[in-house]
């Protein structure tokens, strides 16, 4: 599986934008890129996720890179709530198992 | 019910005992995942189930964890003979089909004592 690698944390102030940068330089043609986040005693949640265009949603925007080995999640207006620590994960079209790294622990400052 | 439910919540057992788990998979969702995550650190693919394909049982890390899926919707993991580095928190996740759209419950925590 192809790995990915992010920082182990980062800070943020509130109300600031945040970008979360993920590597992935092994990455294949087929796989996808996908961000989740775990809040403080909760299982992760889905976040967003893209294979070569950038993609927003509601929650964030995903800004991949042109060459597709390293890719930004970008938290527009950074909540005390967005505290958590999101994963970047790499899946290829019909395979299903996530491998979850250490991910990087977000920290919002008031 | 509208998310992936999981019980119980928290479980203190004896080290050697026997433990199930269990998960409420969202309705409809035809794909079931075990997650196991240590203090501080990612998550552990266990097991996955796929309709009524055969599971892939690759991350399970030894012959004490097993788990089931009964008529395609509630699994159970059990752990048998527990160790205290079985402590963890234990969390499944359910997908429409496999690959796409996770849905976590919130785990249960497993202590041993």
């Known amino acids: 599986d192809a790995k990915t690698t992010q920082p182990n944390s980062m800070e943020s102030n509130e109300e600031e934008p945040v970008h979360l940068p993920c590597n992935h330089s092994t990455i294949s043609g087929t796989d996808y890129?996908?961000?989740?986040?775990?809040?403080?005693?909760?299982?992760?949640?889905?976040?967003?996720?893209?294979?070569?265009?950038?993609?927003?949603?509601?929650?964030?925007?995903?800004?991949?890179?042109?060459?597709?080995?390293?890719?930004?999640?970008?938290?527009?207006r950074a909540t005390l709530r967005d505290a958590a620590v999101y994963y970047c994960i790499l899946s290829s079209s019909g395979t299903y198992k996530y491998i979850f790294g250490t991910g990087t622990r977000l920290k919002v400052l008031a | 019910g509208a998310g992936v439910s999981q019980s119980p919540s928290n479980k203190v057992t004896e080290k050697g005992k026997d433990v199930e788990l269990r998960c409420d998979p969202i309705s409809g969702h035809t794909a079931l995942y075990w997650y196991r995550q240590s203090l501080g650190q990612g998550l552990e693919f266990l097991i996955y189930f796929q309709g009524n394909s055969a599971p892939d049982k690759s991350g399970l890390p030894s012959d004490r964890f097993s788990a089931e899926r009964t008529g395609g919707s509630v699994s159970t993991l059990t752990i048998q003979r527990t160790q205290q580095e079985d402590s963890a928190v234990y969390l499944c996740a359910s997908s429409p089909s496999g690959g796409y759209g996770y849905t976590f419950g919130s785990g249960t925590r497993l202590t041993v004592v």
């Open chain 1, 33 to 76: 890129i996908h961000w989740y986040r775990q809040l403080p005693s909760q299982g992760p949640e889905y976040v967003i996720h893209g294979l070569t265009s950038n993609v927003n949603n509601r929650m964030a925007s995903l800004a991949i890179a042109e060459d597709r080995k390293s890719s930004t999640l970008i938290l527009h």
